[in-house]
């Protein structure tokens, strides 16, 4: 029997609450506890927390420090911000200690984007230390990157990739509900997003990672976001919306290559949303136009990209990785 996977949960939100319960179920991993900063979780037993039987005696630290001078881990899974520069303060001592990271900070997909310089020292301290980091998740580091990206894997050429999701947010979690802008009025969506207070972050990153495995050079990269408004009142096990207020957003990214609008990444998310689903038009040879019939599931997937991603990543080289660094994305 081939040895366990020490595991650590950063951050007990919706997702690393779930992640605890899927990775307690796996054979070949043991977790060793969890860190959050929230004073009402910090001293408490893992068990407690997801009532998962197996995880009693596995407690809650404050900090890294203090959950390695019990139990280091071999992997830590990070699930607390989307923005890179908010994550790499708690990235770098994981980093430093030889820890290995699989995150769901959406700017971690391709943390070259924004942060280039950040990026860099990141990727050499992870180097330095035998760590390995990433960023995944259903979307970004699924659905609108790394499925079409393997898609091409059948093309003679590729020209183009276009990507649609529609999500219905009503089903996913009470933070992803209210993040969308739930109960807003529109304009001030419109004013959060172009503020950078609102919207999907991880789009731009989807886009970057796309192009970077097709080895594009584009140009004219553009995002833009407006509100989706709810044409009736919208009622969800968390909250309620109003005729006439935003219900959620629609979010597009767009690159071109050669002067040609190449790459687009179109995300609709809001509540009752009609018809989910994902879809993938890559023109090339062949063309390819698949659909996936009520789309990935958001908050369950994600869990799963973050546990599945757990055994692969330890056999990667060190160092800030891409998914698309790693063999294909498999259940394990």
């Not at 919706?14 to 179920?25: D, F, N, V, Y």
């Not at 419109?190 to 731009?204: N, P, T």
Request: hydrophobic fraction near 40%.
């Amino acid at each position: 029997m081939s040895k366990k996977i020490k595991v650590a949960q950063y951050g007990l939100g919706p997702i690393g609450i779930e992640s605890l319960k899927l990775a307690a179920s796996k054979s070949w991993i043991e977790i060793v506890g969890g860190i959050d900063i929230d004073p009402n979780k910090v001293g408490k037993d893992l068990g407690e927390i997801t009532k998962i039987e197996n995880l009693k005696g596995r407690l809650v630290y404050r900090s890294l420090d203090e959950l390695i001078a019990g139990n280091k881990p071999d992997v830590v899974f990070h699930t607390t911000v989307s923005k890179f520069k908010a994550a790499y303060d708690q990235l770098e001592p994981l980093a430093r200690h030889g820890i290995s990271v699989v995150s769901t900070c959406e700017e971690l997909l391709y943390p070259q984007l924004l942060n280039a310089d950040l990026a860099a020292r990141l990727d050499k301290i992870a180097r330095d230390n035998h760590s390995r980091i990433i960023g995944t998740g259903v979307n970004p580091g699924f659905v609108m990157d790394v499925l079409p990206v393997c898609m091409t894997g059948v093309s003679r050429d590729v020209r183009e990739i276009h990507v649609q999701r529609v999500v219905n947010a009503s089903t996913r979690r009470e933070p992803l509900q209210r993040k969308i802008g739930s109960g807003w009025t529109p304009e001030e969506f419109r004013q959060r997003f172009k503020e950078g207070k609102a919207g999907h972050a991880g789009l731009k990153e989807s886009l970057a990672l796309i192009a970077h495995c097709m080895n594009w050079k584009y140009t004219d990269l553009t995002e833009v976001g407006d509100a989706m408004v709810a044409d009736a009142d919208i009622k969800t096990q968390f909250l309620e919306v109003k005729k006439g207020q935003c219900c959620g957003l629609h979010q597009r990214a767009e690159a071109k290559v050669n002067g040609k609008v190449a790459l687009t990444l179109d995300l609709k998310m809001y509540l009752d949303a009609k018809n989910p689903h994902d879809a993938i038009q890559i023109e090339g040879e062949p063309p390819l136009d698949v659909v996936v019939n009520g789309g990935v599931a958001g908050d369950h997937a994600t869990v799963a990209a973050l546990i599945n991603t757990a055994g692969r990543i330890q056999k990667a080289p060190a160092g800030l990785l891409l998914m698309t660094d790693l063999p294909v994305p498999v259940w394990r």
